[in-house]
C-alpha cells in the first residue's frame, strides 16, 4: 500500500439533522485515443529533453494523464538528471492527490427507470460497485415492491437511506463484507434515516446517544457527550479520521454555543478493515441554562485515504534488499535467527509521511506479508513486533 493522502472534510449535524456538506468534481480521464503504454516512457524520457518547453510540456501531459499513467513508469529511472527526477516526483505528487480527491468523492445515484426496490438497489450497486445482501429473515417479497423514486441524482448514502425509508429495512454493518452490506428488518421505533443523518461526500454521520452529567463535587467534570457513528461507501476505508477539536461548535434551541473540552488537540476515530462504519463521541461543556435541544453541531473531519495497492518483493539473500513505489521504500533491514524461528526485520520509510505516522500506524499491520521459498512454498508470519517508530517510518 503506498502513501495515504489526506482530505479534509466538514460536517454538519442537527438534532434534527439537516446538513449541506460541499463535495469535489470528478477529475478530468486521458483521452481514450492514447496508449498511456506507449507514450508514458516517452514523456517521462522528455522530462531529461534539451528544450525547457520540451520538459515542461511532457510534466503536464503527464500530470493530465492521472494517476493511471504511474502503471506505466519505468521501474529503472536512476538515468534521469535531477531536475527530471524532481519533475517526475511532482508529477507522482500530482497523481496521488488527483487519486484522493477521486476516492473521496461521492458517486451521483440516478435511478431513471427504476420501478422496485430490488432495481433502485441494482442501480446504487452498478453505479457504486457496493453490492447488497439480504438478512434470510427479511421477507423475500420486499425486494419486488414497487417504489416510488426521485428523478434527481442523489449521493450515495442518502439514495440508499431512501430506498430504506421506503421499505422499512435497515442496515446491519457486522454483515456483509467490505464491498457488500447486509441489509436486515428495521427495528421498532428506529427514525427515518434520511432525518437521521448528515451526508459528506462518502460519508454518513447520524447521532446516537446524547448523555449530560453535573458533578457536584467537582465542576470541572461537568459535561456533555454526544456519540455519533461514521460510516463511508464500501471500497473505500479510511486509514484513520480525525477531528480538530478547535472546529467543533454546538448551537442549542436557546441560541447557547457550547464548546469541545477534550485534553488533546484532535479526536481520533478508529476504523476497522472489516468494518464499513465506526463510532466515536464529541465532549462538549455542559449548558449553563436549560435548552430543548442540540440545534446543530459543526466541525470538520480529516481523512486519511490509502493510495493505489503495490506488491512489494523483495530478495532475503540480499544484504541491502529495498523496493520504492511511489513515495513508499521497503527495506529488508535483518534475517537472523530467534530460537526456532527467523526473525525478518522490515523499514517503511515515506518521503512524506505528512504526520501520516502519529496516529494511524495500525493501517500497516493490516496488510499480508508472507516469506516465498524456493521451491514456491509460501510460509505467512506469526506475528509483528514494531522496533522503531519515527516521524517518517517504522520498523517491524
Known amino acids: ?38 507514450e508514458v516512457p516517452i514523456w517521462v524520457d522528455e522530462l531529461d529533453a534539451d528544450n525547457v518547453q520540451t520538459r515542461a510540456r511532457a510534466q503536464q501531459q503527464l500530470m493530465q494523464a492521472g494517476p493511471e499513467a504511474s502503471e506505466h513508469v519505468p521501474v529503472i529511472t536512476s538515468h534521469l538528471s535531477i531536475e527530471a527526477k524532481q519533475r517526475l516526483d511532482r508529477v507522482r505528487q500530482a497523481w496521488r492527490q488527483a487519486k484522493t480527491k477521486r476516492e ?27 453490492e447488497f445482501e439480504l438478512d434470510p429473515r427479511v421477507e423475500a417479497n420486499v425486494m419486488t415492491s414497487s417504489i416510488n423514486l426521485p428523478t434527481g441524482p442523489l449521493g450515495f448514502w442518502y439514495a440508499i437511506d431512501w430506498v430504506l425509508d421506503r421499505t422499512n429495512l435497515d442496515i446491519n454493518f457486522y454483515g456483509g463484507d467490505r464491498t457488500a452490506l447486509l441489509l436486515t428488518q428495521r427495528a421498532e421505533g428506529r427514525p427515518s434515516r434520511v432525518d437521521s443523518a448528515a451526508y459528506g461526500g462518502i460519508y454518513r454521520l ?140 522490515v523499514g517503511v520509510e515515506f518521503d512524506d509521511s505528512d504526520r501520516s505516522l502519529e496516529n494511524h500506524r495500525q493501517w500497516i499491520f493490516e496488510n499480508e506479508a508472507f516469506v516465498r521459498l524456493p521451491d514456491e512454498t509460501r510460509l505467512d508470519h506469526l506475528g509483528y513486533e514494531t522496533f522503531r517508530q519515527t516521524a517518517t517510518g517504522i520498523g517491524i
Open 1 to 38: 500500500m503506498s502513501l495515504r493522502c489526506t482530505r479534509a472534510i466538514a460536517f454538519f449535524v442537527s438534532l434534527s439533522l439537516i446538513a449541506k456538506v460541499s463535495g469535489w468534481g470528478q477529475d478530468a480521464r486521458p483521452p481514450a485515443e492514447i496508449d498511456l503504454q506507449v
Open 104 to 130: 473521496s468523492t461521492e458517486v451521483l445515484i440516478r435511478f431513471r427507470d427504476a420501478k422496485t426496490v430490488s432495481e433502485a438497489l441494482e442501480v446504487i450497486s452498478t453505479a457504486s460497485e457496493v
Open 206 to 345: 447520524e447521532p446516537t446517544v446524547v448523555t449530560a452529567r453535573r458533578v457536584l463535587a467537582s465542576s470541572e467534570s461537568s459535561g456533555l457527550n454526544v456519540t455519533l457513528t461514521i460510516a463511508w461507501q464500501p471500497g473505500r476505508q479510511p486509514i484513520g479520521l480525525s477531528i480538530p477539536v478547535r472546529e467543533i461548535h454546538a448551537v442549542l434551541s436557546d441560541d447557547q454555543t457550547l464548546v469541545a473540552e477534550a485534553d488533546t488537540d484532535s479526536i481520533e476515530i478508529a476504523t476497522s478493515s472489516e468494518l464499513n462504519q465506526s463510532e466515536f463521541y464529541l465532549p462538549l461543556t455542559l449548558p449553563t441554562s436549560s435548552p430543548e435541544k442540540i440545534r446543530r453541531i459543526s466541525g470538520m473531519i480529516q481523512a486519511m485515504l490509502p493510495g493505489r495497492r503495490a506488491a512489494f518483493s523483495l530478495d532475503l539473500d540480499s544484504s541491502d534488499a529495498s523496493s520504492s513505489i511511489d513515495a513508499m521504500t521497503v527495506r529488508v533491514e535483518e534475517v537472523r535467527r530467534n530460537g526456532p524461528l527467523h526473525e525478518v526485520r
